[in-house]
């Protein structure tokens, strides 16, 4: 049974501070995995998404990265702003039958102080 | 995303009452699925339908809920008896086909009093 974990739960930075956040799966038989990001009250909004065949995808100021054979992605976001600050969400989507169906972690809850 | 419509947006009801929760998906999407975030919670996987058809209801609890998408209209979470531990934010999330990118309505958070 796959299962995401994320780490740290929580964090707090500087603004204009790097970081990273980390997500890590028990199966590594997985089609994509993506991370989400979550406002408070609010759906989510997809940040980008790394095909099982990929190692990393960029969007701006984020970098994602991908070992499927260790069972870890990253998050990394450069030079942080208050308006980062949300709950990042990491979601896997197994290889296996043909459906959408993610498995997501519990998030990393990021608080980027001005 | 802006395009797939939940509605509505807060629900409130009393304990034993039942809950409909709408999602209207975006235009040529016939695939939705539907999420649950308990509070402190992650976001854990109900059911998944295809127009007219349940596909996976692997995460739908066995007793008081059902989903359906019918030919016309938007897909219906309904919650029969509501119980105060079902209280939660409920996402849909729609695409046009399977492995494509899914996109998530803004959810409706349902309390129960």
């Known amino acids: 049974k796959q299962e995401v974990t994320q780490i740290p739960a929580a964090l707090s930075v500087p603004e204009g501070e790097n970081l990273v956040l980390n997500c890590s799966f028990t199966?590594?038989?997985?089609?994509?995995l993506q991370w989400f990001r979550q406002d408070p009250g609010k759906g989510l909004t997809s940040l980008l998404l790394?095909?099982?065949?990929?190692r990393e995808q960029t969007s701006g100021r984020l970098n994602a990265s991908l070992d499927k054979s260790s069972g870890r992605s990253t998050l990394y976001i450069a030079a942080s702003q208050p308006g980062d600050s949300a709950t990042y969400l990491c979601?896997?989507?197994?290889?296996?039958?043909?459906?959408?169906?993610?498995?997501f972690g519990t998030g990393t809850l990021l608080a980027v102080q001005p | 995303n802006a395009g797939v419509m939940q509605n509505p947006r807060h629900l409130v009801r009393r304990r034993g009452q039942e809950a409909r929760l709408r999602c209207s998906p975006m235009?040529?999407?016939?695939?939705v699925y539907w999420y649950r975030q308990l509070p402190e919670e992650g976001l854990k996987f109900m059911v998944y339908?295809?127009?007219?058809?349940?596909?996976?209801e692997s995460g739908m609890p066995k007793e008081r809920f059902s989903a359906e998408f019918p030919k016309e209209g938007p897909s219906i979470l309904r919650i029969q008896q509501v119980v105060r531990g079902d209280s939660a934010a409920y996402f849909c999330?729609?695409?046009?086909?399977?492995?494509?990118?899914?996109?998530f309505g803004s959810g409706t958070q349902l309390s129960v009093l």
């Open positions: 235009k040529g999407h016939s695939h």
């Open positions: 999330a729609t695409t046009g086909g399977q492995r494509e990118k899914l996109f």
């Open positions: 790394i095909q099982s065949s990929q």
């Open positions: 339908l295809q127009k007219e058809n349940i596909i996976d």
């Open positions: 979601a896997v989507q197994s290889g296996g039958g043909a459906t959408n169906k993610l498995i």
């Open positions: 199966d590594s038989a997985i089609y994509n």
